[in-house]
């Protein structure tokens, strides 16, 4: 009985820091699609972007031997730095790839989306090579227990890390008068230009903010599992969207929610179903195609609380 | 009155695809006036103010502002200049509270304290605003969202307002109320206006002058009074 509690609380916690990284990854999906109705089929790659920039950094910084004097200023330093870079990158991106199509079908820009991924995802093999690349060890010391559960110091950073920036981001959106513009943009564009605000600006920003959380994520991502692969990129940016769309596409909260909740379901279906280990990957793809069949708006989708961009 | 000349069309063709929409317009608004633009649906009085702002371009003529060309000028530069516009089916942020709406009428202004004051003089014109402040401006009746849309535009301290037909869809007794904000803002304020309206009778009792356009032409350009007393006006616009 004590043990089966120990293992659920031990569960809860994995997956609530798994679906924390969902959560962020899934918010540049959302927040991308409130803005210009895009489903960015290269932002999982931003996040594999930010997983490499990380390993880079914090390899040269380990060479040098700042790792051992301040580990955390290094991680610090590298996290706001790929964060910076994915933001760059993915305003790149939007400005080659997207803009241009800003009048044409949805289908065009859909594809041109589909066809950057596969760009970014070979130029990461092609510069940084097809084996894994391994982030430095040994920075967060021995994993310590609290009534059976084992908790590390990497996994209450990340659940740390995540927590602020989603506090942040809604502060943001909801909050500031850059928020309020990018709302204004995604609710109605005419308008938004008739009261002064540049919606290429917002739409570059909107990118920005949702591609540097996504590095955030990649960096913790390769820290949890110790390393990074250049197609990283994929099934996470696949579960991120699925996650996305359960929350109810183009709604903040709904993204939040939803990474959690696939996180946490992906970490009980390997926990507690027989072989549910090898299943778990499918797990996201179901609930995703569950929702899309009985609730196309998602958990927060229209006419229920408003937290839509 | 009414001093130099502030907003002036010349010639301004406009095109929806291969549909023209208009069909060379010329018309000039002077400091301090009220001006009509009055005609029937499909006219292309949305399309001129759309025109003037820059969010539909110009395919032929030049818009001339405050002394400036700004037939290419991109439309979210011209709040700031001055230049500003309530457009038709007041265009309210749906999701934004009534105090947002409002404060991005105010984007490109810097200064919180002065946008504080002129969110208060908003709600001294529309006391209702200030009783729904907090409510997203999708939940607003027809007549409260004129307001708001009047208000947030009011809060870019514009020099130059464009209407495009306040009075749509509204009870009498609100379109009143509207329309006597709209004088008071410009005898007080010395907002210039250029009001685009169907309902003729309205709009030329509250101008100096008026233009009628008919299928993207200005087919008549008269003192307001002129044009109430037309014969051919008052059989074809004010239902005689
Ligand atoms: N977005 C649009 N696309 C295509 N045609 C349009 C569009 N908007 C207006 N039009 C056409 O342009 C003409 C003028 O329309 P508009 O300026 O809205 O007239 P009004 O405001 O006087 O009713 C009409 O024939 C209308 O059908
Ligand atoms: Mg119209």
Redesign the pocket.
Known sequence: MDNAFTFFAQQMLNGLTLGGLYALIALGYTMVYGIIQLINFAHGEFFAAGGYMGVILLSYMAGAGYMDTHPWLCIGFSLVLSMLYCAMLAMAVEKVAYKPLRHSSRLSVLLSALGMSIFLQNALMLTQGVYDKAYPGGIFGAPFEIGGVIVNYMQLLILALTAGLLVALNFLVFKTRVGRAMRATAQDKVMSALVGINSNRVISLTFAIGAGLAAAAGIMVGFYYGSVRFEMGFVPGIKAFAAAVLGGIGNITGAMIGGFIIGMVEIMAAAYIPYGGEYKDVCAFIILIAVLYFRPTGIMGENVDDTRV | MAGDTILELKNVAAHYGRIQALKGISLSVREGEVVSIIGA?GAG??TTLMTICGIVRASEGAVHYAGQDITRVNADKLPRMGLCQVP?GRRIFPRLSVAENLDMGAFFRRRKRRIRADMEMVYEYFPRLRERRSQAGGTLSGGEQQMLAIGRALMSRPKVLLL??PSLGLAPIIVKQIFDIVQTINQEQGVTILL?EQNANLALQASNRGYVLETGKVVMADDAASLLDNPDIRKAYLGE
């Open positions: 649906n009085k949305s038709e495009d037909e685009v």
